[in-house]
Structures are given as structure tokens and as C-alpha cells.
């Protein structure tokens, strides 16, 4: 059975770090992009970060780039989000997410596995 876990998260204060990891099991998804979304309350999941199977390519929304940086290490399994310069508006539930293909989508249908999620806090 397929299981993305992720963990991680926690509160912060503005301008603090967090590191995310989303960690798989039951299968390999090393030729699978992979990716990182959030939801905050009362709004939309988000697209935040993607990252193709072996890493060489990523892509950030507008709202996080040059403070977040995804990146993978497929011999462990696992996705993870590092997040720097931490605001306010970052505070939301950060899922990681599977989708069954190399090439990384910003959009959520394009994926088909998903994490529980892991509550992401920054107090102002």
C-alpha cells in the first residue's frame, strides 16, 4: 500500500526556517515528479514547489520563490521542503503529493498520491 508521510512541521516565528520531509513507502517513486501543496483554513489547496524524478528541475510558486527549496534523495525515498524567511501568510496544512509521471504540474488534479499533511504555523 502506498503511504506518503510527512512531518516536520511545527510554529515558528517570522523570518524563522522550517525543514519539511515526506517520506514514501511501498513503493519507489524515483521516475515519479513529486511535489508540495498547502491549504490554509477557509481557502484552496495551493500549488507550492514540484521537483521532477531526479531532481534537475524545479519550479516554485510566485509566493515562495527564493525562500523555499525543494529537493529529493530517492535512495532514502524521500521529498523534502526547506523553507527560509518564514511569513505570516506561509501558515497553512503542507501536504506532499505523487503524481505518475516525470514531468511536474503546479495543478493538484495532476496528482494521485497524497500525504495526511502536517500543520506549518508562523507567528507574527
Known amino acids: 500500500q502506498v503511504q506518503l508521510v510527512e512531518s516536520g512541521g511545527g510554529l515558528v516565528q517570522a523570518g524563522g526556517s522550517l525543514r519539511l520531509s515526506c517520506a514514501a513507502s511501498g513503493r519507489s517513486f524515483s521516475n515519479y515528479a513529486m511535489g508540495w501543496f498547502r491549504q490554509a483554513p477557509g481557502k484552496e489547496r495551493e500549488f507550492v514547489a514540484a521537483i521532477s524524478p531526479k531532481g534537475g528541475n524545479t519550479y516554485y510558486a510566485d509566493s515562495v520563490k527564493g525562500r523555499f527549496t525543494i529537493s529529493r534523495d530517492n535512495a532514502k525515498n524521500t521529498m523534502y521542503l526547506q523553507m527560509n524567511s518564514l511569513k505570516p501568510e506561509d501558515t497553512a496544512v503542507y501536504y506532499c503529493?505523487?503524481?505518475?509521471?516525470?514531468?511536474?504540474?503546479?495543478?493538484?488534479?495532476?496528482?494521485?498520491?497524497w500525504g495526511q499533511g502536517t500543520q506549518v504555523t508562523v507567528s507574527s
Open positions: 503529493a505523487v503524481r505518475p509521471s516525470a514531468i511536474p504540474m503546479s495543478n493538484k488534479n495532476d496528482y494521485n498520491y
